[in-house]
């Protein structure tokens, strides 16, 4: 016979869940307005929310605007009830940073990465979180951890990371032996997307979004209905190697050509030394062993003919690559991060007109890109943030169950 005390539980445990994700997706917002999200009945869900006004989780925190009838009371949860940590693990810099409930960052540790194996780098993220844990803020709930390369959120193993010398690392297992908390890990430009979501303003009410990440490497995140879209391998949105130029630039995987070797902010910095020769009038090309990623971007601003073509030419073949990943997924919102955006709007512009002309007209149409606003923020919140998007039962005290 089925135990019926443990299915009443377990449904308890799902509505509650369902409800903080309502709330943590949504927030402020009203009891009447989260039992029409949820399809759970008002009675329940006030019931879950008395719950966890006790608990100090929620609070009620104004009115919201009258549909007829009286002012709802407008709910969120308590921003420093509890803490997250998110971590990025950049290139050349790991940032981590306590944050609240409502994706304010309340503490920031940076450490520099230099040419470190991947012993070296696993150090070092233990270093960072063993000073972000000795701050103070209390309770920490977990750790969610954004990091490049190819990653299997679900066992919480790094696939492979070139730059940090990882392969088949467990990441989420060495953390959990040694801190003792749950932990969530995945690819960085993922994160980055569900920080944008989340946080950047880009919360579309039919929850799809793309956020290409634009840095030395070049990745998308992809959320469908609000949720992270990973694909069957976990690689869902890398385009960086995805062939643009037959015959191109050797690239750091090792084939030629890839999107990374054109619009990546290492490539420009490579190809405007390499076709430095070319234009006696760029001041940009008068030292070549001096071009650097701020000096084009200086350089570009100023007008600088050598400046435009890479990086007009990395915008081009960006928009080429935006157009087929419109053409698989008819998503109409992009936003584009990372230090590439530095080139601002003429820039986008030649990505969307690229995009424009290489997508299928209908669906391209109707396609926006922007440019993200939340720089280094992005992937700490979207790392954090999907710890709890993973298990909302993480907002609880284990000893209120
Ligand atoms: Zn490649």
Redesign the pocket.
Known sequence: MPNAKATHQKTRQHNRDLVLETIFANQPISRAEIARVTKLTRATVSDLIAVFIEEGLVAEVGYGASMGGKLPILLSLVADSRFVIGLNLGQDKFIGSVVNLQGEIKETVELPVSDSDGGQALQLVYQMLDRLLKKGWQPIIGIGVGTPGLVNTRDGIVVDAVNLDWQNLPLAQLLKDRYHLPVAVLNDSQANAIGEFMYGGNHAPDGNLVVVNVRHGIGAGILINGRLFQGDGGGAGEI??VIVQENGTL?????RG?L??VSSASAVVQRAREFSGQYAGSKLAQDPAKISFDSIVAAFQAGDPLAQRVVLDAAHYLGMSIASLVGTLNIQKIVITGEMAHFGDTWLKVIEESMQQAGFTHMVQGTRIEIGKLDYRGYILGASSLLLMEDYSLLFNQSAD
């Open positions: 960086g190697h690239c750091r995987c090792g084939k890839c990374e070797t």
